[in-house]
């Protein structure tokens, strides 16, 4: 019978082990979804219903999405307490980061 990686980790010298437990805590948070990061922050679906001045089904539908407006994406993320911005990345130079508001100042300018 084969070990667990939950064997293995706890087989870890306790440094290696948090290095591990930290990085591992780390890559969750690059991943979540608009659900899990707004428990992760304590949030409940009426308080951001509330911030976003819509009802709490509206909200659980936009978590439920896979796919949004950048602009609702935003409204949610600053309901929450964030900022979204973009980053696009090209073979040849270094990434480039967008905000949101950004964009909104250069549509309102090309008008």
């Known amino acids: 019978m084969g070990t667990t990686l939950q064997r293995k980790i706890e087989q ?9 437990e930290a ?8 991943e979540l979804s608009l659900r899990a990061l707004r ?3 304590k949030r409940t679906q ?6 976003l001045g819509t009802g709490q089904d ?7 999405r896979c796919n949004m407006m950048v602009s609702t994406l935003d409204r949610y993320i600053k309901a929450i307490g964030g900022e979204v911005s973009i980053v ?4 040849d130079r270094p990434p480039v980061k ?3 508001d950004d964009m909104s100042k ?6």
């Open 106 to 111: 250069d549509l309102k300018t090309e008008q």
């Open 12 to 20: 870890l010298p306790p440094k290696h082990k948090a290095e591990v």
């Open 46 to 51: 009426v308080e951001v219903a509330e911030a």
């Open 98 to 100: 967008l905000t949101f």
């Open 39 to 41: 428990k992760g922050l």
């Open 23 to 30: 990085r591992a805590d780390e890559l969750i948070l690059e």
């Open 58 to 64: 509206t909200v659980s539908r936009m978590e439920s």
């Open 88 to 91: 696009a990345e090209f073979p």
